[in-house]
Structure formats: C-alpha cells, structure tokens
C-alpha cells in the first residue's frame, strides 16, 4: 500500500489540465489514490464499458463480465 501511494501522489503532482495521461491496470487499487476524470474497461482489446470514478467500484461489486 506505501507503495501504491508513493506512485500516485508522483503521478497526481505530475498531472494537471493541460497533460493527458494513460494508465493501464489490472490492480484497482491504486485507482483509490489517483484523481482520475474517466475509467475504462476493456475486454479482448475493445472499450466495452465508459464511466467515472464510479465504475471501479462496480466493477469491483459486480465484477466486469
């Protein structure tokens, strides 16, 4: 977990509105401490789902099939 915040505080400075940036995961948790505007999943290299913040933690109730 110290890890998981050491990474995304660096990232969080690092962003701001004029940057864009893309991260890919298969570990929800480090989502917990980034300040993401969208999510997306993608399954068998298709976005099959759009939403905010909102999503992991669907996505982690419900899980993604």
């Known amino acids: 977990i ?3 915040k050491t990474v995304s505080k660096k990232i969080n400075e690092f962003m701001n509105k004029d940057k ?3 991260i890919i995961t298969h570990h ?3 989502l917990d401490y980034l300040n993401v505007d969208k999510v997306f999943l993608i399954s ?3 976005i099959v789902k759009e939403g905010d913040k909102k999503l992991i ?3 982690e109730v419900k899980g993604y099939k």
Do not use: P, S, V
């Open 2 to 4: 110290d890890a998981l």
């Open 20 to 22: 864009t940036m893309l």
């Open 28 to 30: 929800a948790k480090i």
């Open 44 to 46: 068998e290299g298709k």
């Open 57 to 59: 933690k669907e996505i």
